[in-house]
């Protein structure tokens, strides 16, 4: 009985399957895609001189108190992190130019943010790293920019925590 009940069931399931072959198709146009995707994204520039190493990325308090972190930028026009939180408190950016092309700054996009950060770095030819250091007591969100690229997107926010 259940037997024959479970062939009724797949018999008209069959007759349903006809749109089987567009829908592999869809499958492999989608993966194809994908694909492409993948291959359009990759970037024209050797990958060495666009990954951040481990120890770019993270806040951490350094041995006089101070929160410290390292932002990378390459052969792109990205900051790796281009978004971080630091406490009300002292704060040491270092930014390390990892390009092996490209010079870069590091700016607090005037005008923006709840208190000006006047500390930059004007300057960062391929190879080079600076660091500047200030003091933050207002929290909200701070966008910092490459004064050459911001206009490619080269943007990021230091998000100063309440
Ligand atoms: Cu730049």
Do not use: W
Not at 10 to 33: D, E, Q, S
């Amino acid at each position: 009985m259940s037997t024959a009940r479970c062939a009724a069931r797949t018999a008209p399931r069959r007759g349903r399957r006809a749109p089987g072959l567009p829908a592999v198709l869809c499958g492999l146009l989608l993966v194809l895609g994908l694909l492409a995707g993948c291959s359009n994204s990759k970037p024209t520039l050797p990958a060495a001189t666009r990954s951040p190493d481990a120890s770019a990325g993270a806040v951490h308090t350094g041995p006089d108190g101070v929160q410290e972190i390292t932002l990378d930028t390459g052969d792109d026009y990205v900051f790796t992190p281009a978004t971080f939180t630091v406490a009300p408190g002292r704060v040491r950016i270092t930014v390390r130019n990892v390009a092996k092309q490209l010079t870069h700054a590091f700016q607090f996009t005037p005008g923006t943010g709840p208190a000006p950060i006047s500390e930059r770095i004007p300057v960062l030819g391929p190879g080079a790293s600076g660091t500047i250091e200030f003091t933050v007591t207002v929290p909200g969100d701070y966008p910092f920019e490459c004064s050459f690229h911001a206009a490619l997107g080269q943007v990021g926010t230091m998000t100063v925590s309440g």
